[in-house]
């Protein structure tokens, strides 16, 4: 029950922050911002596991850093790219598709397989994301560019998928073969993410000297990265530590359905479709749940 908590959880903390990161006003590309959000994170994480005891073989270790240069560097990346072009209910439906890719990967690499009715539920997720791929956006959504431009984002919002489950999945592989707690495994990926993006620094605009209005900015970031990478990650990795990874992936899927209340913040309409993905989603997630996760 602990770690089905912690996953809704964490959905919802993603929810809010993908909503907050796509209001706030910048021009940093999305690798950029995302080197700034990590570098906040770990800022906030740090005093907190610093005088934690760390024992973590080689193995486990080279797992979670490998896990953050993929899921939350490159992986984030994507998302944030994806972002922009397709607005925050798109993109986190898109994203539901992680359960069925890291079910699979589970079963296949950590011997996690799921019954089937968790199959069930994985094939309504996966349903609900082909609707929304095929969903053309709403009018008053304030999307950039052409057709084009959105197929640009499914795709980024596919590669951000991709690199999202992997991540995931190679979290779970450490977090099975060591003691580490959430807090210190999600401040070792966010260091790893951030050590990867560091020689963006240099590229980056001296404090004061960033797109304004800075007083509307930090506000936005720091309430996004406490949530959606601090809190968000954290309860990820809990999530990770106590459920099989493509169960966890699942519930953390969540997000297309609890974004629908925020839609009309952005201008989004659902529409049938929209509301029929996200209820497909919350179908799939409650088999993944309701037949056997533990």
Same mark, same amino acid.
Request: aromatic share 4%; hydrophobic share 55%; glycine share 12%.
């Given at each position: ?75 984030d990346?994507?998302y944030? !790219? *994806? =972002?922009? %072009? $397709?607005?925050?209910? /798109?993109? #986190?439906?898109?994203?539901?598709? +992680? &359960?069925?890719? @890291?079910?699979?990967a589970?079963?296949l ?77 999600a ?5 790893? !993410? *951030? =050590?990867? %993006? $560091?020689?963006?620094? /240099?590229? #980056?605009?001296?404090?004061?000297? +960033? &797109?304004?209005? @800075? ?20 309860l ?59």
């Amino acid at each position: 029950m602990t770690g089905a908590l912690a996953a809704l959880a964490a959905a919802l903390c993603w929810t809010v922050a993908s909503s907050l990161w796509r209001r706030l006003p910048t021009s940093l590309s999305p690798v950029r911002l995302n080197l700034y959000k990590n570098l906040l994170a770990l800022a906030l994480l740090v005093p907190l596991v610093a005088l934690r005891p760390w024992s973590v073989p080689a193995g486990p270790l080279a797992l979670l850093l490998l896990s953050g240069v993929l899921g939350i560097a490159a992986g984030d990346s994507f998302y944030f !790219a *994806a =972002l922009r %072009l $397709l607005g925050t209910r /798109r993109t #986190l439906t898109l994203d539901a598709g +992680g &359960p069925g890719l @890291a079910a699979v990967a589970g079963a296949l690499l950590l011997a996690e397989w799921p019954t089937a009715g968790q199959w069930l539920g994985l094939g309504l997720i996966s349903l609900a994301v082909l609707l929304v791929a095929r969903q053309r956006p709403s009018d008053g959504l304030a999307l950039p560019g052409p057709a084009a431009s959105q197929r640009r984002g499914i795709a980024l919002a596919l590669a951000a998928l991709v690199c999202g489950s992997g991540g995931a999945l190679l979290a779970r592989a450490a977090l099975r073969a060591s003691a580490l707690d959430p807090l210190q495994s999600a401040t070792l990926r966010l260091a790893a !993410a *951030a =050590l990867v %993006l $560091l020689p963006l620094l /240099r590229q #980056l605009p001296p404090l004061g000297q +960033g &797109p304004r209005p @800075a007083g509307r900015r930090w506000p936005l970031a720091l309430a996004a990265t406490l949530l959606g990478t601090s809190l968000g990650i954290a309860l990820q990795q809990t999530a990770l530590q106590r459920l099989p990874g493509g169960l966890a992936v699942a519930l953390m899927a969540t997000a297309p359905v609890m974004a629908l209340p925020l839609a009309g913040l952005e201008g989004d309409r659902p529409g049938r479709t929209g509301v029929a993905a996200a209820v497909l989603a919350l179908a799939g997630v409650s088999c993944v749940v309701g037949l056997g996760a533990g």
